[in-house]
């Protein structure tokens, strides 16, 4: 092979290894993007709401807003929210202002990135966020976003298939359900 057409050869194999890499970095946002994330991804989402968020002390497990811990503020059904992708993220991140609704960002009200907020600011409302149980990377409010999107966010009432589906299996919690 001649010299110019091997170079178009190269080329062309090189153009597509770089098609490649993008095909797997946007299949691998897939999730952010709202259509079916991977498995894995939303069982962690829902370890991170359950556990290290506590989301669920006062949202209840499922979301509906059965609060699991009596002392904690009664938190929204999030099951019957009309909140988009970006105002589920932007509301984890920042809290809402005036509320009980805890901000998740470390940085939430240190920059102005929250509404265009300060700690100073936040001392006007009559209502204070609580601090949150554990702050979160942006990569775990994505994971909880899709996670809730997936299985919380307007499906309804939970009843046994949606629970064994949530659970991954036939749990303890899924029993009683019909
Ligand atoms: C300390 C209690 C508490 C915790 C912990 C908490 N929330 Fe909330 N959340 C609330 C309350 C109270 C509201 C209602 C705020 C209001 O009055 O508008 C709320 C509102 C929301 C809303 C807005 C719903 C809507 O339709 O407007 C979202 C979304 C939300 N919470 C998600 C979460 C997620 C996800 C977590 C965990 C990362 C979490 N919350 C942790 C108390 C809590």
Redesign the pocket.
Known sequence: MSGPQAMTKALAAGAAALLMTFAAASAARVGAQGTTPDPSDLAEGRR??EQK???Q???GWSGDGHKTDNQ?????N?R????PRA??VM??KCG?LN????A?DKFAYSDGRCYGKTQADLKSYPTRM?D??AT?QQRE?DL??DF?MARVVGKGPMDHAKCVEFWGEDTEVCKDLK
């Open positions: 991170l709401y968020a506590n989301c002390a006062c949202h904690m503020p009664d938190g929204a999030l019957e929210t009309k909140l105002g589920l509301t984890i809402r509320s009980q609704m805890p998740f609580p949150p149980p979160l409010i909880i976003v809730l």
